[in-house]
């Protein structure tokens, strides 16, 4: 992948839009998770247990539990089309380095990444038939009594998978309202710069981007107008151009998010940049003064739009973020690590950052959602554990000839 990176890298470019460096980017970052996963999983699945029973009480010793992990069989890979190559990356390797095979349903929009991505693999050696792309999603896939375990990135969609998967393991991340909470004595530079990042990249449309600043009112303006400063200086445009904002996915998806920024327009909210679309191009818009009963306080724009909204107290900034069903990450800004740490635990999300913009990585690190935002820990240690069940086999030595022995 290394290698090829160039080529993959220019049809994310064109297919999803992603800036050129960001694009690059997930190419050498999905090898270098594929590489870290090989050696972790060489090690974690090589270790297995042996019990004895004496140490239950009223047992003898003549009882030995060899504890194995053994493959699921065939994993079934659906990645989001803003990751279309590491988030497929990060759930083939675990998945084949436990054993599996796989069938990836690489996204509609990312797939020619995809099939680069896959004849990178069969020029590394990997052997036929252990990795198979389908253009099918729905029930074929889904519902297949071959299909043990599921790992999907995505929307909606996924609940309605989860319903209808009965016994079937998954692995399901399902977006996010990732909040940013802003306390009075933050570094307010940083917190600017972090939400500018984290709200901006690939024109918001990451799980993890932030999606609600909750800032109190002593700081607020001095936040708003930093954050402002920034948004100003965002270039727009061609992807090829490795420009900060480019056109988001679709023109239903741009219409969505003009849903939210209209109806957040109505309810009172205050523009601090312009509204502008052309297409599916949208400049990147901050929203101040947002309020609950708005639309974008609770939903996900997945575009380049960060709404503010004003809290008298860190309590109430955490009561909101615990009121959303989507629950991926958050983050918090204070100079205070011992108040950091009292947020963190307050705030019920599967995710916590203290000084950072939400973030997926490294991918070592566990991710995971609560609530709807998900099933299930990914991250690679934690992606190796998912793609194996666990197996035991009892050894039952004869008491006598033991006990005599
Ligand atoms: O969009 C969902 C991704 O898991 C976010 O990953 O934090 O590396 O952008 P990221």
Known sequence: MRQHAQPIADSLVREVAKPAKQSLDEVVRSADL????????????????????????????????????????????????????NLAASKLAPALMAGNAVVLKPPSQGVVAGAHMMQCFAKAGLPKGLVNMGSEIGDYLTLHPLVSCISFTGGDTGIAIARRAGMVPLQMELGGKDVCIVCSDADLDLAAKSILKGGFSFSGQRCTAVKLVLVVKEVADALAAKVAAGVA???????????????????????????????????????????????????????????????IAW?????????????????????????????????????????????????????????????????????????????????IRNSLAMMVKIKSTVINLDKDSYARG
């Open 233 to 295: 200086k965002l270039t727009v445009g061609d992807p090829k151009d490795d420009v900060d904002i480019t056109p988001v996915i679709s023109d239903s998806s741009a219409d969505f998010i003009e849903g939210l920024v209209e109806d957040a327009r109505a309810k009172g909210a205050k523009f601090l940049t312009p509204y502008r679309r052309e297409g599916n191009l949208i400049w990147p818009t901050l929203l101040d003064h947002v309020t609950p009963e708005m639309r």
């Open 34 to 85: 594929i590489d870290y996963t090989a050696e972790e999983g060489a090690r974690a699945l090589g270790a297995g247990e042996l019990l004895t029973s004496d140490s239950f009480p009223g047992q003898t010793r003549n009882k030995l539990c060899l504890v194995s992990k053994v493959p699921l069989g065939v994993v079934l890979a659906i990645p989001p089309f803003n990751y279309p190559v």
């Open 299 to 379: 939903e996900e724009p997945f575009g380049p739009v960060v709404p503010i909204m004003r809290v008298d107290s860190v309590d109430q900034a955490v009561a909101h973020c615990n009121a959303n069903n989507l629950a991926l990450q958050g983050c918090v800004f204070t100079r205070d690590v011992n108040r950091a740490i009292a947020i963190s635990d307050a705030m019920e999300t599967g995710t916590v950052q203290i000084n950072a913009a939400p973030a997926r990585g490294p991918d070592h690190f566990p991710f995971q959602g609560f609530r709807d935002s998900g099933i299930g820990s990914q991250g």
